[in-house]
């Protein structure tokens, strides 16, 4: 049997109703695994080793009872903005940096339910804004693949616990790109599912309109396993769409042949990155030999896309953290005189210079006399990107294109270069403008040895497909298999 922690959930699940292995020896070697490794990648904002433990021996007992579902006892690490009650959850801020949620998010509620074991909070950009989880106030998390360079972001920590086999899955979110980026520039596979399939209850909210959760892991079949157990309908979040979602496993293994990929012709002049246009043209032949059939395709407004989404998102994210104001919760500035001094003060001190950024930027756009030059106009622009989507998706069955236009860059790179940082986001951020489902899939490697994710988008609510596709693709590859010497 292979080392515990180099298992996927799907393997593990199989060793334990085996009666092989316990939860609570899967957990004890994660957590040695995150001693050994966390002082270099710093994945975590909070371990609970006590905690994961506690969890895991309930887990066994579920087990025992024969009360065990497909991940029960598997260890998984959850981005630091979803509530878990009673435990920090800081959204990486220094103004949440005290802050212990009262109630479990609806996917952390699901986790536990299922008898997953929550091994700590993932480090991400503070609130979820930047691509690199360099605006964390607890510090920068690093690539597994090569310690100077960034993750990607916001769920860096997520895609890097994964990758460093310091989880065996993770939850992420994913705005413009959170999920996908950093599962690209770590090597793993994530996906963002269709905006209302998973619920947002207990997420710290970014932008509104776009935030949505999903999974990142190793393969394809852990992806799968876990969307069965995010999708569904919650009342507490008026967003999510009452509806049925098929047992995503059941397409793991459907035949690909005839299908139709769409290559939109924008994206692809966009990319000036060497190794990244190997890596796709490859994964291109590889489909073919599958039997799917390639047409090209246009999405005439994509170069609009981080335009409008830097007015949406900061717009929404200044109307968002209103609410972070020192009085009920979350840090308090110590000196002040009277309540606006206070307000002030908690603000300067607890947010970092990208989450003042978002603020400035879309007060300003909301601001009486520019709402309807910058928020609304931004607003018809998303419609028609949607629109561009939906007339692509008559003439195939999803969209091929890579995660984004570089390898992996360094530690400080682009942290003085918000322009430069946002382009990074320039293939993901169309995805959740039009609330589609997009996944990442590591499709090979740099010449530096970084890894390179293929980016497949659906329409809506046909994660199935993107199921279906990859798990074809990972069948024919191996690079998802590929792990980083650490
Ligand atoms: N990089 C983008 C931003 O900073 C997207 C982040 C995200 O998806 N949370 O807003």
Redesign the pocket.
Known sequence: MPELHDMTASELARVLISGETTSVEITRSLLARIDKLEESIHAYVTVDPDSALEMAAEADRMIAAGKAGPLTGIPIAVKDNMCIKGRKTSCGSRILGNFKPPYDATVVRRLKDAGMVILGSANM?EF????STETSYWGPTRNPWNTEMIPG???GGSAAAVAAKEAVVSLG???????R?PAAFCGVTGIKPTYGAVSRFGLVA??SSL?QIGPIARDVKDIALLLNLLCGHDPMDSTSVPREYPDFTSFLEKPVKGMTLGLPTEFFSKLDNEDVSRAVADARKTFEDLGIKFVDLSLPHLDYGIAA?YII?PSEASSNLARYDGVKYGHRAEEYSGIIDMYCNTRAEGFGPEVKRRIMLGTYALSSGYYDAYYVKAAKVRTLITNDFKKAFESCDAIFCPTAPSPAFRIGEKIDDPMQ??L??VF??PV?MAGLPGMAIPAGFSRDGLPIGLQLIAPHFKEEVLVQLSAAFQRETDHHLKTPAL
């Open positions: 950009d979820a804004m930047g691509s972001g916001s769920s979110s994913d705005t413009g790109g959170s999920i980026l970014y932008a935030d989404y998102a940082m946002y990074t986001d993901t951020i959740n």
